[in-house]
């Protein structure tokens, strides 16, 4: 892997949840604010036709370890598509 930005989204055809996304490094246990590198940043499209997505490109830095947190918004369930594309060479 390497540094730089890297994509996040739970956009797209197949996803049907409102989502709330976070990113974190550290501890997936953790709850310290400073863990946290990236929130909803942008919300896109998903089948439903609504915004209901998140995009998120934080910056990530080869060797560490990240956690991806999607989370329903306020509590909602269903399905979604979780896409990661790494930083670029």
Do not use: H, W
């Not at 604010?33 to 036709?49: H, K, P, R, V, Y």
């Amino acid at each position: 892997m390497q540094s730089g930005t890297a994509v996040i989204r739970t956009c797209g055809e197949t996803s049907t949840l409102a989502t709330t996304l976070y990113v974190r490094k550290g501890s997936c246990l953790s709850t310290a604010l400073a863990d946290q590198i990236s929130c909803n940043q942008e919300f896109c499209q998903t089948s439903s036709g609504n915004q209901d997505g998140v995009r998120l490109a934080p910056m990530v830095e080869a060797g560490t370890t990240y956690y991806i947190v999607v989370d329903g918004f306020l509590g909602a369930s269903g399905t979604f598509t979780l896409t990661v594309i790494p930083p670029l060479i």
